[in-house]
């Protein structure tokens, strides 16, 4: 018996999965070498050396599975009485299937060190040439990627910080002209605390401002290759030959127009921060402002192409979102005799938005993605909901489906105000399904060997898209599924509604009140316990006489509570709309 497609439930019969779903037998064999050379370069100059890495990774891994059906059901609570689901059936074990794939790893690294002190003066420089090539089994062109990584680094009397380092990064996935890539980056920092008009200041431990920007570069395929080439694949056989018999022969056609001017995704970074410690390091604060502007983000083009041109346009560097925000971390720990207690919090914001995207120019203002968060929520704008059949006569046609609306639906806002509600209508909402706010507590305590800690996290500013279909998962598959949610459902008689009309769950064309809108959109913040944990360290001359190094017990729980409004199981797995997830305690 299951639940299959209802939100925020165990959806799958676990032992039925185990015992009449099928097996799956892994093999995976890895072969790993490694040598290095060493070589101190003194007489050249105090402080080089020389290290050179070459590895060598072979795997292969196979799997035997064979697939099977087990009969589930459905339960009516009302009539108490079973029915099939999904027209499925015990089966046997179907036949054996068997499958290998493996790879070939080469990597080869030469790295020139260089570490000196003059006088105060420290001085640290690293060139690294890097080159990895993976070759997969089969037809597939080898994976190649190659480079050189700097590093300088300066400090004066541990007062004075200066590093200057980057990458000159080369991929395959790029024509020649573009093929390589320079991301350098800069940092400074200066140890306040170390100057000497801070001395007399004894409750400052440490006090360090720091700065840094700097160049990223980014490949960011989706799992594609050589977007620079024309590609072909299978088109629609032909008929050749005299026509009393003919003859099919295969075609092929161009499937992608090659871009041979695509290069790498860029981010330039930039972040200023500080460090401090104060009452004898009982007291530490950490504090940091970032921004990342990302650039040249490979996208399509089709929004803004020909309507009818014969094939899709190439990816181009187009794109470019910017994310901004900051970090704060403040820890205090103590110690009174023997008994130890410590705090830690952790608060960290983060806004994101797309500043150019793939969109018509003239697009209305409420349809654009650029000046929107990344995956900003979309969805209809509720006014409230039909009175009556008047109410609907007076109010913009709802073409969400093709059913009728009737009291008690929804009544949406015509945006953009051309008498009817469609998908033109739909405006950012919410947020998005990536948290702004992330924060976190963690509360220790210790005496002798006995230890305690708890761990609170948090999220906020994030919505979630999952909808409480009444007919399961959103699909005629299942039919007339509600929810406690739904009892506050309007009628005629309930001038306070909390939800729409009820309407039958296997309604041809769909609801149109189950669809992403304002009033449905979830707020997806939470407080969890996130773990919790008793310790007991046994002293050192038992562990001593055991001749162990150390040896403790404990018990740890993870996932123990959750504080939220989000009406489903776990607020967690909102990044899956509608997905059949369950929450994961674990002891």
């Known amino acids: 018996i299951e639940d299959f497609g209802r939100l925020g439930t165990n959806t799958f019969n676990p032992y039925a999965l185990l015992t009449g779903g099928g097996y799956f037998a892994y ?21 080089l050396s020389f290290k050179a890495l070459v590895g060598y990774t072979a795997s292969m891994s196979s799997v035997r599975f064979q697939s099977a059906n087990y009969a589930a059901y459905n339960l009516d609570r009302t009539t108490e009485k079973l029915s099939v689901s999904r027209n499925q059936y015990d089966a046997p074990l179907a036949a054996i299937r068997y499958q290998t794939y493996g790879d070939i790893k080469t990597t080869i690294q030469l790295f020139l ?3 000196r002190l003059f006088n105060g003066h420290s001085v640290a420089a690293n060139l690294i040439g890097t080159r990895d090539l993976r070759e997969l089994e089969g037809a597939n062109a080898p994976f190649a990627n190659q480079g050189l990584v700097f590093n300088v680094s300066y400090n004066y009397r541990n007062k004075y910080f200066a590093q200057v380092n980057g990458a000159y990064n080369g991929s395959e996935n790029y024509p020649k002209k573009n093929r390589y890539g320079l991301f350098p980056a800069l940092s400074l920092g200066y140890n306040l605390s170390s100057e000497e ?17 700097g160049l990223v570069g980014r490949e960011n395929f989706g799992g594609r290759r050589f977007l620079y080439l024309d590609a ?8 050749f030959g005299s026509p009393t018999a003919p003859v099919s022969n295969n075609t092929y056609t161009h499937s992608r127009i090659g871009n041979n001017e695509i290069t790498w995704e860029t981010s330039l970074k930039r972040n200023l921060g500080f460090d401090a410690a104060f009452l004898k390091n009982k007291f530490t604060l950490t504090f940091d402002v970032f921004d990342d502007r990302r650039y040249n983000i490979l ?9 009818t041109y014969g094939e899709s346009l190439p990816d181009v560097n187009y ?22 207690y410590s705090i830690n919090g952790q608060l960290s914001y983060a806004h994101n938005k797309v500043v150019i ?4 120019a003239q697009l209305e203002p409420w349809r654009k993605v650029a000046g929107q968060r990344i995956n900003q929520m979309r969805g209809y704008q509720v006014l409230g909901f039909y009175a009556d059949t008047a109410d609907i006569n007076k109010s913009p046609r709802n073409k969400i489906t093709p059913n009728v609306s009737i009291p008690g639906d929804f009544k949406y806002a015509d945006i953009n105000g051309d008498g009817v509600i469609d998908n033109l209508d739909q405006v950012p909402i919410g947020f998005s399904n990536i948290p702004e706010y992330v924060g976190g507590v963690t509360l220790s305590v210790g005496y002798k060997g006995l230890s305690a800690s708890i761990l609170f996290q948090g999220v906020t500013n994030v919505s979630s898209d999952a909808i409480f279909f009444s007919n399961g998962a959103g699909s005629n598959q299942f039919t007339n599924q509600y929810y406690a949610q739904m009892l506050g459902r309007w009628t005629p008689d309930n001038p306070h509604p909390t939800w729409p ?53 404990y018990v740890n729980g993870q996932n123990l509570r959750t504080w939220t409004n989000f009406q489903g199981l776990d607020p967690e797995n909102y990044t899956v709309p509608n997905g059949l997830n369950n929450k994961r305690t674990t002891y």
């Open 27 to 47: 093999d995976n064999n890895v072969s790993e070498n490694i040598v290095s050379i060493n070589q101190k370069l003194d007489r050249i100059t105090r402080g």
């Open 113 to 115: 060190n260089y570490n």
């Open 197 to 213: 008009f801070m001395k007399g200041l004894s409750w400052i431990n440490n006090l360090k401002i720091r700065g840094s920007v």
């Open 232 to 239: 072909y694949g299978n088109g629609t056989p032909a008929l």
């Open 299 to 307: 996208l399509p083009r089709n929004n803004t192409s020909f309507a």
């Open 319 to 340: 794109g470019e979102n910017y994310n901004s925000g900051y970090e704060v971390e403040a820890t205090y720990n103590n110690r009174i005799g023997q008994f130890t």
């Open 357 to 360: 995207a793939d969109e018509a």
């Open 501 to 553: 009309a009820m309407r039958p769950g296997n309604q041809p064309g769909g609801n149109p009140n189950e669809t992403t809108n304002d009033f449905l959109l979830q707020d997806a913040s939470y407080i969890k316990l996130r773990n919790a944990e008793l310790r007991y360290s046994f002293q050192r001359r038992l562990t001593q006489r055991l001749k162990v190094q150390g040896l403790s017990v």
